[in-house]
T-cell receptor, first 115, second 112 residues
Framework: AQSVTQLGSHVSVSEGALVLLRCNYS??????LFWYVQYPNQGLQLLLK??????LVKGINGFEAEFKKSETSFHLTKPSAHMSDAAEYFC?????????????FGQGTILTVHP | NAGVTQTPKFQVLKTGQSMTLQCAQD?????MSWYRQDPGMGLRLIHYSVGAGITDQGEVPNGYNVSRSTTEDFPLRLLSAAPSQTSVYFC???????????FGQGTRLTVV
């Protein structure tokens, strides 16, 4: 069975500082990994995804994540935070064909950006 | 492009009432899912479908019913609403098992 743990339900950074949101997963097969962002009162929007190939994945709005199989991690980073990055972020895992594409989500991390 | 459309956006129900949350997608995706979002718990899968006429249970299916008669529509039925079903409900669709999900804007349901 697949599962996801996001370390830290709230992360606070200053504008211009590094953003690091942590995600660890467990999966019985090679996983497909996703980061989604949710702005207030909106649905979820895909930031980036890892399926196969290059382990460093670049997404929208300057975010990137690195798949580390040995650490079962898929942490999300951004070198310099903007006020507009304030949102809730969700890490998710899919076992692809074996799970019919069903997503298992982490608990979410609320990112606050201070001026 | 409309993408995934959910109606209604807000709903208040009394305990014991039934209702249907509507979900439609115009991307010709085979896979559709319903999730509920509760604070501190992320999103949890209620039911999903891999094509018209095929549905299955997710992690938290009790109290909910689904059917998939067309590729476009995937309604979620609450049979007898309970306060524990107060939540935000999201419908999603995927092109296939290895692709990202596209989400609707959500339905905020309150059961009193």
């Amino acid at each position: 069975a697949q599962s996801v743990t996001q370390l830290g339900s709230h992360v606070s950074v200053s504008e211009g500082a590094l953003v690091l949101l942590r995600c660890n997963y467990s999966s019985s097969v090679p996983p497909y990994l996703f980061w989604y962002v949710q702005y207030p009162n909106q649905g979820l929007q895909l930031l980036l995804k890892y399926t196969t190939g290059a382990t460093l994945v670049k997404g929208i709005n300057g975010f990137e994540a690195e798949f580390k199989k040995s650490e079962t991690s898929f942490h999300l980073t951004k070198p310099s935070a903007h006020m507009s990055d304030a949102a809730e972020y969700f890490c998710a895992v899919s076992e692809g064909g074996t799970s019919y594409g069903k997503l298992t989500f982490g608990q979410g991390t609320i990112l606050t950006v201070h001026p | 492009n409309a993408g995934v459309t959910q109606t209604p956006k807000f709903q208040v129900l009394k305990t014991g009432q039934s209702m249907t949350l509507q979900c439609a997608q115009d991307m010709n995706h085979e896979y559709m899912s319903w999730y509920r979002q509760d604070p501190g718990m992320g999103l949890r899968l209620i039911h999903y479908s891999v094509g018209a006429g095929i549905t299955d249970q997710g992690e938290v299916p009790n109290g909910y019913n689904v059917s998939r008669s067309t590729t476009e529509d995937f309604p979620l039925r609450l049979l007898s609403a309970a306060p524990s079903q107060t939540s935000v409900y999201f419908c999603a669709s995927n092109r296939g098992p290895y692709t990202e999900a596209f989400f609707g804007q959500g339905t905020r349901l309150t059961v009193v």
